[in-house]
């Protein structure tokens, strides 16, 4: 899927739109640019990506604006180009409908990487009966967990985290969206319950050095590591 995927690229700056078309078109991607949140809305139906690059600071309409129409339409992955680098900012850029984001200056391997990682999750939005990621394997209808082939014991508070980390597989999960799922709405603003559950799946993990396999974004949220 890596090969032939077509990236709509929307920044208004020259030299980005530039850079991004040489580094993404020599990686086989076909690239699409647009220089404003107009141009860029207008190419979603006629380019029809497989992921969108959008940078924030647009010069007519709002990125967070762009980000919210462009989710009105269609799920395709959208990696944010942004300066902003505040907890705040990156909460509400994933809360608003964001995939993940680059905060600027950014290189062009990591941004590839972060393109690879939305192709491979929007090939999988449906959730299969097994999960495999490197050692470690999951059967979501008997909800047993193995690494190595070696079963891991999970409650079932860690097993639904875990899953749902899971289901949006190298990507951030934001603190609300974790509590909100596993222990419903009144429960947005028990950061706590989070810290104590991880730091017991971690132990677990460790004992199969698999303790990097869920990455904290400090005041953020949580992600899965693709193995």
């Not at 809305?41 to 919210?68: A, H, K, M, Q, T």
């Not at 097993?159 to 999960?173: E, P, R, S, T, W």
Request: net charge neutral; no cysteine.
């Amino acid at each position: 899927m890596t090969k032939g995927a077509k990236i709509l690229v929307i920044d208004d700056e020259p030299s980005i739109r530039k850079l991004l078309n040489i580094s993404l078109s020599t990686e086989g991607y076909t690239v699409e640019l647009a220089k404003s949140g107009k141009d860029g809305l207008l190419e979603l139906n006629n380019f029809r990506p497989d992921v969108i690059i959008l940078d924030l600071g647009l010069p007519d309409i709002s990125g967070i604006e762009v980000l919210n129409k462009i989710r009105e339409r269609t799920e395709t992955p959208i990696i944010i180009l942004t300066v902003r680098d505040s907890e705040q900012d990156k909460v509400l850029l994933l809360n608003s409908g964001a995939d993940d984001y680059l905060t600027k200056p950014f290189s062009p391997a990591e941004l590839s990487a972060r393109i690879k990682v939305a192709l491979r999750h929007s090939l999988n939005l449906k959730e299969e009966p097994v999960y495999i990621n490197g050692p470690l394997k999951i059967d979501f209808s008997t909800r047993l967990v193995e690494i190595s082939g070696k079963p891991l014991k999970l409650t079932n508070t860690e097993f639904d985290l875990l899953k749902i980390l899971v289901q949006h597989a190298g990507k951030i999960v934001t603190q609300k969206q974790l509590l909100k799922e596993v222990w419903g709405p009144e429960s947005i603003n028990q950061s706590h319950y989070l810290r104590i559950y991880f730091s017991q799946l971690r132990s677990k993990l460790e004992k199969f050095s698999l303790s990097k396999l869920i990455i904290t974004e400090p005041g953020v949220g949580y992600r899965l590591l693709l193995l």
